[in-house]
């Protein structure tokens, strides 16, 4: 018995001295956002953090997540766009967006309130002049980076525009590059 509390004691002292230090870091903010992106907004200088991944295990197809957030790292706003062929060459991008849809380019907008996880307000992709192009991609250093034009309008079954949001938004002369992966994804 005392051989026991004796083992017990000794591996309750080597737990103990495991702290936090001696632990590896949780992924932050940066390591999902690893890229940046750039564009006007409606005429405005607009410039974001840049994340992309595979839609799909194995497939050449990925996603492109641009991301504005404040100081506390609260989420902002979100440009996505999703089913990008990892291919040099432009991409129209549908104006419907359905969920799990591997079959078109789509896209959309958001804008968040509170601490970043309050959807504020949703933008859904106008018309058949949005698109996006792979400029270049580096299979050695997962390098990706492209252009993207893309007009969104307020999807009004989410939310009816106010004084204080546009009920379009024009994305033009956008640029992003980021790695491709995610933080624990082989690349």
Same mark, same amino acid.
């Given at each position: 018995?005392?051989?026991?509390?004796?083992?017990?004691?000794?591996?309750?002292?080597?737990?103990?001295?495991?702290?936090?230090?001696?632990? $590896?870091?949780?992924?932050?903010?940066?390591?999902?956002?690893?890229?940046?992106?750039?564009?006007?907004?409606?005429?405005?200088?607009?410039?974001?953090?840049?994340?992309?991944?595979?839609?799909?295990?194995?497939?050449?197809?990925?996603?492109?997540?641009?991301?504005?957030?404040?100081?506390?790292?609260?989420?902002?706003?979100?440009?996505?766009?999703? #089913?990008?062929?990892?291919?040099?060459?432009? #991409?129209?991008?549908?104006?419907?967006?359905?969920?799990?849809?591997?079959?078109?380019?789509?896209?959309?907008?958001?804008?968040?309130?509170?601490?970043?996880?309050?959807?504020?307000?949703?933008?859904?992709?106008?018309?058949?002049?949005?698109?996006?192009?792979?400029?270049?991609?580096?299979?050695?250093?997962?390098?990706?980076?492209?252009?993207?034009?893309?007009?969104?309008?307020?999807?009004?079954?989410?939310?009816? $525009?106010?004084?204080?949001?546009?009920?379009?938004?024009?994305?033009?002369?956008?640029?992003?590059?980021?790695?491709?992966?995610?933080?624990?994804?082989?690349?």
């Amino acid at each position: 018995m005392r051989k026991i509390i004796v083992v017990l004691g000794i591996v309750g002292s080597i737990l103990a001295c495991r702290t936090e230090e001696n632990l $590896p870091p949780e992924p932050g903010l940066y390591d999902y956002y690893p890229g940046k992106a750039t564009a006007l907004k409606n005429g405005q200088q607009w410039a974001a953090i840049a994340g992309v991944g595979r839609v799909v295990s194995g497939e050449d197809l990925f996603f492109l997540r641009l991301g504005v957030f404040t100081e506390y790292e609260e989420n902002r706003e979100v440009l996505f766009v999703e #089913n990008i062929p990892l291919v040099i060459q432009e #991409n129209p991008i549908h104006e419907e967006y359905i969920s799990h849809n591997r079959a078109w380019v789509q896209g959309a907008f958001s804008t968040h309130i509170a601490d970043g996880d309050v959807l504020d307000k949703m933008y859904r992709v106008l018309g058949d002049s949005s698109y996006i192009t792979v400029t270049a991609y580096d299979p050695v250093t997962k390098m990706i980076e492209g252009e993207f034009e893309i007009t969104f309008i307020i999807d009004e079954r989410w939310d009816k $525009p106010t004084y204080t949001s546009a009920d379009t938004l024009r994305f033009r002369q956008g640029r992003f590059k980021v790695p491709v992966g995610q933080p624990g994804e082989e690349k």
